[in-house]
């Protein structure tokens, strides 16, 4: 239960796990305050939105009563790590919403041992809950799989984000790889992922080269992402398994696997996978399409 009075005491100490933030409403920035408290919290620390440090004081900013500041809030919950413990209340101070967010101290649990069905079927399902949440349906692929990337974080791997590695696709310096898991610091896979309006054969093609020419160590498995709208995802699927059967890859293409497990018999999200000969050793490319509601 969050003690106001405490909070405010606490506050006025100049307590460097109470931090404030007189305006921000990014779920993704709050997370990020939420997880910087956990860390330097001995006990429980604080996240206050709609108020200003100021010295050894404060002022109350206030939260506009058109904002939804519940909902944000709620957001930002669902990115931060399972571990974390936090809990939050909307509070009327001096005639002016804040929001105050508790934050239990951070816990090192043990990273997860990394199996490569464990991330598919991790990653699948987060592409699911990504799906079926309205806040992504008109959003840009960084916002896509900064969501993917969070839940693969709480799920305990270890994750990076807009990492650079490789050569870009002007084959000059290196790229920026969308999301990489790893495991002490070794690469596990690469996941690229795009937004697509329809089939776009020229900028699908442009992410298929980007995973070959981020992927410098040769993974035993990597995958494409594609976020796409269209009115028909049976036609457009149609087309992709087509391409992907025919394109050109730099190591070559050796079997697709098309079978379908009964768990992910799924109309409206599917996924197929090339398998190449790269180098005398079976490395495979998964491809998972998810429709965008429109």
């Known amino acids: 239960m969050i003690n106001i009075k405490e909070v405010l005491e606490r506050l006025s100490n100049g307590a460097d796990d109470v931090i404030c933030r007189e305006y921000e409403l990014r779920p993704q920035i709050i997370a990020e305050l939420i997880e910087n408290v956990a860390k330097i919290t001995k006990e429980y620390g604080y996240v206050l939105i709609g108020v200003e440090k100021k010295g050894n004081g404060y002022n109350i900013i206030g939260i506009d009563a058109m904002i939804d500041i519940e909902h944000i809030v709620n957001l930002a919950l669902q990115r931060i790590a399972l571990y974390l413990q936090a809990e939050y209340i909307v509070h009327s101070l001096e005639g002016k919403r804040i929001c105050v967010i508790g934050v239990g101290c951070y816990v090192d649990n ?85 937004n697509l309006n329809g089939f776009e054969k020229a900028y699908l093609d442009e992410h298929i080269e980007k995973v070959y020419k981020y992927d410098i160590t040769g993974n035993k498995i990597n995958y494409l992402i594609s976020y796409v709208k269209t009115k028909n995802f049976g036609k457009f699927w149609e087309k992709y398994v087509v391409h992907i059967r025919n394109y050109g890859y730099p190591y070559n293409l050796v079997a697709i696997d098309d079978k379908v497990e009964k768990e992910y018999d799924y109309t409206d999200i599917r996924y197929i996978c090339t398998i190449h000969n790269r180098n005398g050793k079976k490395t495979t490319l998964i491809h998972i399409c998810l429709k965008i509601m429109e």
């Open 110 to 194: 043990e990273v997860k041992n990394v199996t490569q069905e464990e991330v598919f079927n991790d990653l699948f399902n987060a592409c699911i809950k990504l799906q079926k949440n309205t806040t992504f349906i008109n959003v840009s692929e960084d916002q896509r799989n900064d969501f993917v990337r969070d839940i693969l974080e709480t799920r305990g791997y270890q994750v990076k984000d807009q990492t650079r590695q490789g050569k870009s696709a002007s084959g000059i310096s290196s790229g920026e790889v969308d999301i990489l898991i790893h495991q002490d610091g070794n690469p596990i896979s690469i996941i690229e992922a795009l």
